[in-house]
């Protein structure tokens, strides 16, 4: 069974920062590509960064230069840096990455989603 379990979600204001985080765990031989995604009320659910297991990352225009996506391979963590949040950024932040089993199956996982608020 494998799991990823997030955290760091929360209120802040607009112009200030929160960190997510999202854990890893189970059967886990190795994880492929790691993200975030998110989903604001009435709208689907949007890419927001990805990192491959080479450290490559990929970020929507709407937060490029604000947030940085990174990953702890030792600890099967991704964590997601926002910076100078906006109202806009509102939204449930899910975390997703692509695992490898120890029965060499490999199948995409979601966190249960974590609620960013950010006030005007």
């Known amino acids: 069974q494998v799991q990823l379990v997030e955290s760091g979600g929360g209120l802040v204001q607009a112009g200030g920062s929160l960190r997510l985080s999202c854990a890893a765990s189970?059967?886990?031989?190795?994880?492929?590509?790691m993200g975030w995604y998110r989903q604001a009320p009435g709208k689907q659910r949007e890419l927001v960064a990805t990192?491959?297991?080479?450290?490559?990352?990929n970020y929507a225009d709407s937060v490029k230069g604000r947030f940085t996506i990174s990953r702890d391979n030792a600890k099967n963590t991704v964590t997601l840096q926002m910076n100078s949040l906006k109202p806009e950024d509102t939204a449930v932040y899910y975390c997703?990455?692509?695992?490898?089993?120890?029965?060499?199956?490999?199948?995409?996982?979601w966190g249960q989603g974590t609620q960013v608020t950010v006030s005007s």
């Open positions: 997703n990455a692509e695992i490898v089993s120890v029965y060499i199956t490999t199948k995409y996982y």
């Open positions: 189970g059967r886990i031989f190795e994880i492929n590509a």
């Open positions: 990192i491959t297991s080479a450290d490559t990352t």
